[in-house]
T-cell receptor, first 113, second 116 residues
């Protein structure tokens, strides 16, 4: 398995509070991605990063921000969590080329009350 | 983006081959077919991918038709641990932010249930 960890694995929070999810990789891969998975929608890309400090939006980026200050860590922040952001969040990584195979982490289950 | 069509569910007996079909009739010439699976509550697991030739690895075989409009994932000897949702995806190379990445669009997939 690719060396990807996500933390926390489970979180319950209240509407309006800030939340940060962390993705950590030990593969030295250049590309990192954040997806969310919801019933009936499959996995949808939130943001991705193509290098340290280089990020771009995916298809469902509203309400989310990301940061990548070093190769191994990619942070996803919900500035003010809403109930619609209750979901399972997956991080993925791919190699030196963005077209390389993506490998996924174990996921974080977030519940916003 | 090329759309894929998969049966919503399939059954297979343990020890037998599981053949999972996928239609991708609008695929473009340089788009790859990827297969992932997701076991309940876990992250998607990469299985195999291909462009036009058949591919085999330690997990599965991928058969792509000559016209590339459909493919079949073959698990040669299915076990109970192969019970999962299987996703067939056409990877689209997307250009944004001055770089290119492989855009994966996950559909609903096929729920494969392996029976004893």
């Amino acid at each position: 398995d690719a060396g990807i960890t996500q933390s926390p694995r489970h979180k319950v929070t209240e509407t309006g509070t800030p939340v940060t999810l962390r993705c950590h990789q030990t593969e030295n891969h250049r590309y990192m991605y954040w997806y969310r998975q919801d019933p009936g929608h499959g996995l949808r890309l939130i943001h991705y990063s193509y290098g340290v400090k280089d990020t771009d939006k995916g298809e469902v980026s509203d309400g989310y921000s990301v940061s990548r200050s070093k190769t191994e860590d990619f942070l996803l922040t919900l500035e003010s969590a809403t109930s619609s952001q209750t979901s399972v969040y997956f991080c993925a990584i791919s190699g030196t080329g963005g077209r390389d195979t993506q490998y996924f982490g174990p996921g974080t289950r977030l519940t916003v009350l | 983006d090329a759309k894929t069509t998969q049966p919503p569910s399939m059954d297979c007996a343990e020890g037998r081959a599981a053949n999972l079909p996928c239609n991708h009739s609008t695929i473009s010439g340089n788009e790859y077919v990827y297969w992932y699976r997701q076991i309940h509550s876990q992250g998607p697991q990469y299985i195999i991918h291909g462009l036009k030739n058949n591919e085999t690895n330690e997990m599965a075989s991928l058969i792509i038709t000559e016209d590339r409009k459909s493919s079949t994932l073959i698990l040669p000897h299915a076990t109970l641990r192969d019970t999962a949702v299987y996703y067939c995806i056409v990877r689209v190379d997307s250009n944004a932010g001055g770089t290119s990445y492989g855009k994966l669009t996950f559909g609903q997939g096929t729920i494969l249930t392996v029976h004893p």
